[in-house]
Nanobody
Framework: QVQLVESGGGLVQAGGSLRLSCAAS????????MGWFRQTPGKERECVAA????????FYPDVVKGRFTISRDNAKNTVYLQMNSLKPEDTAVYYC????????????????WGQGTQVTVSS
């Protein structure tokens, strides 16, 4: 089992920044690819960033590319999501998740999920 706890969400004005953190415990953190997903009511949960086990590989969809940066510190068992130039449409609950795959954007490949943290961007 892997336990994931997100933090860092909140309310920010458009154009601002937030940094989300996800602390992992349980099994060996570096054995898992990690991802950040977001979801709004009535919509599918979507991947906004993914990072490989060692951190050398990353993925971003076009909607966040150039604004969001995922990183991980395997010594601290933590994955981060730096979000800059935030837009109202970034408002969502953000989840971190762990996959046994090296790097994945498919939510069904993620076995472990955090409880989510709310990000609200005001216009």
């Amino acid at each position: 089992q892997v336990q994931l706890v997100e933090s860092g969400g909140g309310l920010v004005q458009a154009g601002g920044s937030l940094r989300l953190s996800c602390a992992a415990s349980g099994r060996t953190f570096s054995n898992y690819g990690m991802g950040w997903f977001r979801q709004t009511p009535g919509k599918e949960r979507e991947c906004v960033a993914a990072i490989s086990r060692g951190g050398s590989g990353t993925f971003y969809p076009d909607v966040v590319k150039g604004r969001f940066t995922i990183s991980r510190d395997n010594a601290k068992n933590t994955v981060y999501l730096q979000m800059n130039s935030l837009k109202p449409e970034d408002t969502a609950v953000y989840y971190c998740a762990a996959t046994s795959s090296t790097l994945s954007t498919r939510k069904y490949e993620y076995s472990y999920w955090g409880q989510g943290t709310q990000v609200t961007v005001s216009s």
